[in-house]
Nanobody, 124 residues
């Protein structure tokens, strides 16, 4: 059974940083991404990376967040800096076996596998 296990969430004050990790139970995924969902809002794409190293970032993440991966560990990371209360959400790891150029990475329907989520809370 495929598993995506997120870690690294927590509570931080505005301006602080967090690093999320997502470990996949297998190495068959060519793309991995991060989404988030705040209460009462739709799940939205934050960042994505594929096995070639290509990355995508949502406008809200540009200049503050960095996505990276360690293919040997089947793990992706999301380094989040300059956090604000607007970043408060449940952050989900997503994965798919297609390379990112083949699909709309910001569309949740594009991703075949999801983690359970890790909470990020930013206080002002």
């Amino acid at each position: 059974q495929v598993q995506l296990v997120e870690s690294g969430g927590g509570s931080v004050q505005a301006g602080g940083s967090l690093r999320l990790s997502c470990a996949a139970s297998e190495n068959t995924f060519n793309s991995m991404g991060w989404f988030r969902q705040a209460p009462g809002k739709e799940r939205e794409g934050v960042a994505a990376i594929d096995r070639t190293g290509s990355t995508n970032l949502a406008d809200s993440a540009k200049g503050r967040f960095t996505i990276s991966q360690d293919n040997a560990k089947n793990t992706q990371y999301l380094q989040m800096n300059s956090l604000s209360p607007e970043d408060t959400a449940l952050y989900y790891c997503a994965a798919d076996r297609d390379l990112m150029y083949r699909f709309d990475w910001m569309n949740t329907d594009s991703w075949g596998y999801w983690g359970q989520g890790t909470q990020v809370t930013v206080s002002s």
